[in-house]
């Protein structure tokens, strides 16, 4: 399972009602850290399907989704479990911390 982007319209859908833990990933187009980012997450995603769902929010085309979230800085990674925020972290990370929130 590859990453879903995900828009107001799918939210509920594709987070709050998945069986699965959800990390989303908060980004922007302009954000080196995020471009940094992003192939981890890709990795981690194609790695652990089984384990967690993945998705990506454009901060830019989703300002609702990022205020809901209070992100104030990106990229920033929110892991949702049962529809409740269970952990965050800010900025790029290593792989190893990525696979760590989803354990």
């Known amino acids: 399972m590859s990453v879903i982007d995900v828009t ?3 939210f509920k859908q594709e987070v709050l009602e998945s069986k699965l833990p959800v990390l ?5 187009s302009w954000c080196g850290p ?9 990795e981690v995603a194609s790695e ?7 998705v ?3 901060v830019d085309e989703e300002p609702e989704l990022a205020q809901q979230f209070s992100v104030s800085s990106i990229p920033m ?5 049962d529809g409740k925020v269970v952990s965050t972290s ?3 990370k290593p792989k190893s911390a990525v696979e760590q929130m989803i354990r």
């Open 24 to 28: 989303i990933d908060f980004w922007a």
């Open 56 to 58: 990506k929010i454009n």
């Open 34 to 42: 995020c471009r940094m980012l992003s192939p981890v997450v890709d």
């Open 90 to 92: 800010v900025g790029a």
């Open 8 to 10: 107001k319209s799918n």
């Open 48 to 54: 652990n399907s089984d384990k967690a769902k993945f």
């Open 77 to 81: 990674l929110v892991l949702i479990k």
